[in-house]
């Protein structure tokens, strides 16, 4: 990506497509994110989602097409190569260990130690400082900081989450169905500081079953179905219950109505007076 174009895509595939065997899991997929930007892939279940985020994340390596991060083209062989380019994802799990402190939580894979092994030991206080002001910093507030994250809500949980993965450098932030498991309340949180990483500058690839959240904060939307691309296009460029239709089964859904509509019921006085001539 050259330093003096802003809008140039940090993630960007080019007619991707992952094979599993004889098996066809997506087929000729563009799709790009760049700084500042929300982009939200949707689709059923079945449609693909997850093996595009795998490629992205590093998890899976693509068959056919081209992915570049930053312009450069990669083949990612582990989510640690992803992880190195600033591409971070935050699974539904969260890869959060319920009984420890969120500080801990916080610093979890990547801890601040000191001396060498066996007499290395963690720098707590430090790491409890930190956690505590990076998390203020995103306007996070946790009552405890020592508190065990499975006190925590849903939501609280998911900011936890994206709090830690851009405090660990990510660039480009995955997050993998983060409103699906929440009520309203709690998934206005995350939607929330989804909307606050945009203006932090990150590039957020938001993958949704829910049209109605990904809207919310939507920049562009890619929807996939089985495997393919069905509709991309920028926020602009499409309504609320457009993007609905598109979610529902557009033109297939219809077809259904069609067929399932039932005949007007007949007027009760013309049946009466069929039975009195008769």
Not at 140 to 163: C, H, K, M
Request: with cysteine; net charge negative; glycine share 8%.
């Amino acid at each position: 990506m050259s330093d003096n174009d802003p809008s140039s895509p940090l993630v960007e595939l080019a007619g991707v497509g992952k094979n599993f065997g004889n098996i066809i899991a997506l087929s000729d997929v563009s799709f790009a994110v760049r700084p500042a930007e929300v982009s939200c892939i949707l689709g059923d279940n079945g449609a693909g989602k997850s093996t595009l985020i795998k490629i992205i994340s590093g998890l899976h390596q693509h068959s056919t097409g081209s992915y570049r991060v930053d312009g450069e083209p990669v083949k990612f062989t582990s989510p640690r190569d992803a992880l190195d380019r600033g591409i971070a994802t935050v699974y539904q799990d969260l890869a959060l260990v319920p009984l420890m402190p969120v500080w801990r939580n916080f610093f979890l894979g990547s801890e601040l130690t000191s001396g060498v092994w066996p007499f290395r030991q963690i720098r707590a206080e430090e790491m409890r400082a930190t956690a505590d002001a990076e998390l203020k910093a995103m306007g996070i507030e946790v009552p405890d900081i020592n508190q065990p994250v499975n006190t925590l809500s849903g939501g609280q949980r998911q900011v936890l989450a994206i709090a830690r993965a851009i405090h660990f450098g990510a660039r480009v932030l995955i997050l993998d169905e983060p409103t699906a498991a929440l009520g309203v309340k709690q998934a206005g949180v995350v939607l929330k500081y989804i909307s606050s990483a945009r203006e932090a500058g990150l590039g957020v690839i938001l993958i949704s079953h829910n049209p109605h959240h990904a809207y919310l904060v939507g920049d562009h939307f890619t929807v996939l179905k089985q495997g393919t691309v069905d509709l991309s296009a920028p926020r602009s460029e499409l309504a609320l219950d457009e993007l609905t239709h598109y979610m529902a089964g557009g033109a297939e859904l219809e077809t259904l109505q069609h067929e399932l509509r039932r005949m007007d019921p007949p007027d009760v006085g013309a049946v009466h007076e069929l039975s009195e001539s008769r």
